[in-house]
């Protein structure tokens, strides 16, 4: 069904945006004041992102714990939102397209209010 060439094609646009968003969630850290490379350690990244959220670091246990982890991650995506002067419809756009709406986020004039 794949050859290998398809299947190098798929690897390849994959790498590139996995590099694309970490480049942006990078940009989103550091717009909200904490340190970029964060973005790219595992659990730390979730501890800063409910931070940047304007909730409390203990949040993070939450999204250890099934089907509360998935309301949490709502939450904190509409808080984000919040935070950087967007309105709901552009944190629903974080949960359902964050591919699209993250980058917005990063690359555009948002400003981060604590």
Excluded: H, Q, R
């Excluded at 945006?17 to 989103?28: A, D, N, Q, R, S």
């Excluded at 490379?37 to 940047?52: A, E, Q």
């Excluded at 089907?67 to 756009?93: H, M, Q, Y």
């Amino acid at each position: 069904m794949y050859d290998d060439s398809m299947s190098t094609t798929l690897w390849v646009i994959y790498i590139i945006v996995l590099i694309f968003m970490i480049i942006t969630m990078w940009k989103i850290f550091v717009k909200a004041g904490k340190p970029g490379w964060g973005c790219i350690i595992p659990i730390y990244n979730i501890y800063l992102l409910v931070t940047i959220a304007g909730k409390p670091g203990w949040w993070l246990l939450l999204f250890f714990v099934p089907v509360v982890n998935l309301i949490i991650s709502i939450i904190v995506s509409l808080e984000i939102a919040k935070k950087f002067g967007k309105s709901t419809g552009f944190g629903i756009g974080l949960i359902l397209l964050g591919i699209i709406f993250y980058p917005i986020l990063a690359f555009g004039n948002a400003k981060y209010k604590k």
